[in-house]
């Protein structure tokens, strides 16, 4: 017996030094992390006594998965007694029933944020997720922003999904490598949904032969500022924004790919973003609109730490403590961590 509680002291010891070395940003660069911080901040500090960010549910979401992103329990980020994670459980029968990809997108902040997404505010939204599934046409939702974001929402809970929902979307993928927001040749490819589709593919099938022709078309998209739009052959203009950035080096990541490798001149994706980073911490959307922008905050934010979609379930290290009951003097360090 005495040897076998020196076993467990020493995997709790093990366990607890995986843990620590889990919660740090290992792979981004002290700038990036200084930013992601004060972004952070900014983000917390517009939080309304609801608890909400952005005093909306699908902006509440995205501000969840930031804060997981960053190590941050949500759970503990109050206002007037509510948290984020309150606030969507209050609001999940609404916002998910509005369409598939609002429901994925809920669904990804659920899981990240460590609570069980088959009941969740009185909601199964794996369950409506799986509902919402055509076996005629192979996919979740009417449009490919529905499909993608239902993807990575059951890849992210651990759910089978069926080979005929990735096919459907290498269907969706159009001749020049991207995919546009509404599966639709007419609307044309852009850069937000190529990279949620790219993200959503790796999580599901690991690699296709639809990705080295959506990298090549992520490429195309850079602009001299090292940065992303939209589209270049959107009518609002083809300048970089803070959103389009963070999402392609999102699937960079996913792809394998070093943002900061990719260089026009002296300008990579990463300097990019971080040049839309205004005083305040917040993120603008693009250089010519200089207002904070929520949206633009929060998905800069795993961005800069380079960090893909689906992050996993938020695991709180207090399940450990009946296995490290000797270990006190680590307890100040416990908190939620990504398990990648």
Known sequence: MKHGMGFLRTLGAFMALLVALAALPTHAAEPQTDAANRALAWLVGQQGDDGSIGGDAGATADAVTAMVAMGVDPDG??????SPVSYLGAQAATYAAKSVGGAGKLTLAVIAAGKDPSNFGGVNLINMLQKSYNSATGQYGPTTTDHVFALLALASAGQTVPPAAVAALEKLQLADGGWS?????ATGSDTNTTALAVQALKATSGGSAALPKAQAYLLSQQNADGGF?????????????????????????????DPATLKQGANTPLTALLALQNTSG??????????????????AIPALLLKSFPLKTAVSVRLWLPLLSDMRAISGALKPIIVP
């Open 181 to 185: 927001y509404d599966g639709t040749v």
């Open 77 to 82: 980020v109050l206002k007037n007694g509510n």
């Open 282 to 299: 917040a993120f603008r959307y693009q250089t010519a609109i200089p207002d904070d922008n929520i949206f633009a905050t929060e998905q």
């Open 229 to 257: 739009p939209y589209s270049k052959t959107s009518p609002f203009g083809s300048d970089s924004d803070a959103n389009s950035t963070a999402y392609v080096i999102q699937a960079l990541v996913a792809l394998g790919v």
